[in-house]
């Protein structure tokens, strides 16, 4: 009898780390290596002389032995692609290139959030180096929505544009881009969203996740996507000998500022090509020499060197503020913005726009909240989660329905009505459940008007009395998957660590496997058996802690978002008792001290025998 295959043999589960099978928030707590995790853990911490932690938490994020050295160093060099690998890529750098040796005049139109913004300022900027005057259109979230329209088209053409390029959009507009080739323009379209099973008639669409492409570049942000092409663009350039002295050809890796914000707000994974641009960008930002860049950290008040997160939570909030709830094209100004008083003005204003926003989505989030339990009902049944309401602000329904995900662990969708009974919407799913694919099967099945999106996210467009349809319809399309995936409530943990060991230089350690995120989970650590020994409230519904070892170190917590959570609860109820805590270290700068904090994940009651930290 031949010996059975590899994937055919049993997959080795990792026991209960810690022994916790249920903590009190109902979470299995697993060791993310498996016993071949651990070996190759060892393996790469003996032959790379790294620290065993760190070693760890490359084996846990599938980093191979001979792979470590380029892991730690990600460089663009290495990892970006010949750029003709990209379907059309070499027809859209050809048209580009021929608007830049023609002086002509070109449109670039936007989408409205931060990628989209980051890669309109990206494409502006190089135009402008080749001594263009690009048009730069970001549609309104209320009255233009999503992606090209023909009205827009039909002013970029009057304002002599023969040359369309549309950014993060563009891939499922197949009207408004046939009337922008009826009127004379050329049209290339820079786009990473799904494709449907109609392409627009264009001179080139450069999407890496249209159907005919085999690049493997699916997982760029659009921002990174236009990077690629400004260097198909640079090189069609170099060939027509296009670069001179007084025209010198531009340095796209000082702008990588911008391709790191848009990369992390958009959550694009942070592998491959992604990982080199967010690590390099970051390096970027923290020279502190692009004026727009910085007066956006200033208004954040961000003031120790930008980490990843900072993108997401801090900076990206901000740009995407003006395209919610103010103007859309505040962010590309500012990005594009030299004059640091004005770069100041309009961070402010961006700034002002998002605190704003966070009281319309908070009032929003209850309403929503309150509609969803009722839906759910004691018994707490339901796969998808379908809430609307007149009144809701358009801008923040994606925001709150990553709050109803968040909160309920299933697939949400929160649905802002106008007066005549039309609703426009956003979901967001849960890790397993694909629901751009769910929502496209919708629009062609009749329950929605437009609708659109990847498998993490999705806009709707739909009839108020669809909404029953359309709730029942996710239900049918999702169960089984929902099912499957909320059967599994793991917590992957990358290793114990007492508060004694939790210092600055083990925070350090860590984040050479960074830059953390979508595709890169920053590293989880538990800490064994610890007194409780400090909690209150602060802030928006946080939780400040401080947790004691049994030799009388302490570590600083916080528990964000936590108050009237599972998490909140088990926090207060345990005041004083000893837990087993888990979460993430991150460095907190107050007054220029630096200090570490545990971001607290999940806590559990320790069983009556001993805990081994491993």
Known sequence: MPPLAASALPVEQPPAFLGVTQSLTAKLWRDRLDTRGAARALAISQRHLLPEMLARVLAGRGVEIDAVP??????????MPDPFTVTQMEAAAKRI???????EKVAIFGDYDVDGATSAALLAWHLRHCGLDPLIHIPDRLFEGYGPNTDAVRVLAARGATLLVTVDCGTTSLEPLAEAKRLGMSVVVIDHHQAGLELPDVDALVNPNRPDDLSGLGYLAAVGLTLVTLVAVNRELRARGFWTGEM???DLLGMLHHVALGTVADVAPLIGLNRALVAKGLIALRRRDHVGHTALMDVSRLNGPPEAWHLGFLLGPRINAGGRIGRADLGVRLLLEGDVSEAARIAAELDRLN????????AAEAQAEAEALASLGLEDKGSVIVTASEGWHPGVVGLVAARLKEKFARPAFAVALEPGGLGTGSGRSIGGVDLGKAVRQAVIDGVLLKGGGHAMAAGVTLRKEKLGEFRAYLESALAADVAQARHVNELLIDGAVSARGVTTELVATLSRAGPFGSGNPEPILALPSHQLAFAEEVGQAHLRVRFQSGDGAVVNGMAFRAV??????ALIQHRGQSLHVAGALVLDRYQGVERVQLRVLDVAVPDPGPAVIR
């Open 70 to 79: 380029d892991f730690l160093d990600p460089t663009i060099r290495k990892l």
């Open 248 to 250: 010198p050809e531009p």
């Open 355 to 362: 605190s704003e926003r966070r009281i319309i989505e908070q």
């Open 97 to 103: 290139a021929d608007a830049a040796v023609r002086a």
């Open 564 to 569: 009237g959570q599972k998490l909140g609860q």
